[in-house]
């Protein structure tokens, strides 16, 4: 049982929410340009660190005729996964000892694992499964715009509790996290040096602002209360990473305090009080070929 990653690193809801409005399917045709798949096809996917299953479950509703494997090490992303994303194969295992046959695969994917993984290991595994001109998607989210509402803003105390956190916060170097990072122009390089060909390199742009008249009410509730998940995930990984610097009390009191403000937004939204916050990410997919 391994559970590093949801409990130390990032919470099943934070990475679960937020990806399932970064993989909706108002996005999906920005991404089925860039993945240049044969949709008619019956095609064997493999998703590599897939988490709680949210792209491999965009990946099912975009290609139906595909089947769908995905494969994390964390045991609790594992067992969220085969709860909400049914129709999917879900296994617990490495990326860097797949346990799959060679050959086994038409494409190979994956969403922000590229950076935690040493980058031999991680391509040349994904060359051994993947079949004669498999295809290898790498996603990673680039920079992007980020701008809170104003009832978001922190008070004193919620400041002092965030300080106090970046003080004494170690668990990026402790759990090797984002240990191979790369640039938009490495990326390429990295992936042809570890065999593959014809590589390519497109950018999908994920606009999340709530008050955009384009999205539907409950998306544009997605997108507050995925926001709210990732604050309360963040506020309670504290009692993990740092329990000697934190009480229950003080991570019930910010968890309290944050929900008021998360409601607050959402009451805004229904009422039609705009606000304007955004978060856009662009996300890069790099194609190549084995
Ligand atoms: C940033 S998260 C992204 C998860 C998922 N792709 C998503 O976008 O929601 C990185 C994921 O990679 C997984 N991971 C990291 N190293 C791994 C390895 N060697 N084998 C399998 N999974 C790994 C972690 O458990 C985590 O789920």
Redesign the pocket.
Known sequence: M?I???KY??GTKT??Y??KL?FDDIFSDQYKKLFELNENKPLKIL?????????AGALHRWYPNAEITG????SE?IRFAKEHEPGITFTE????SLPFDNNTFDVTI????A???EPS??YSEQLRVLKPAGICLV?SSRRGININPSCITFNEFEQQFWNKAAQHDDSTDRFS?CKYPMSESEMPVSMAKHGFSNISTGFATIDLTPDNPKYPTSLALDMINANRYTALDGIESVLCTMPEHFTTQEVEEMSRLTNIKYDTRIEQRKSGEKQWDTNVSIIMVLRGIK
Request: charged content about 20%; aromatic content about 10%; overall charge negative.
């Open positions: 391994n590093t990653w949801s690193v990032q990475l679960y937020t990806r970064r998703e590599i660190g897939c988490g709680p299953g949210a792209l494969i994390d090490r964390d992303f295992g490495d990326a860097t994956s969403n922000t694992v950076e935690h993984i290991k991680f996603l996290v």
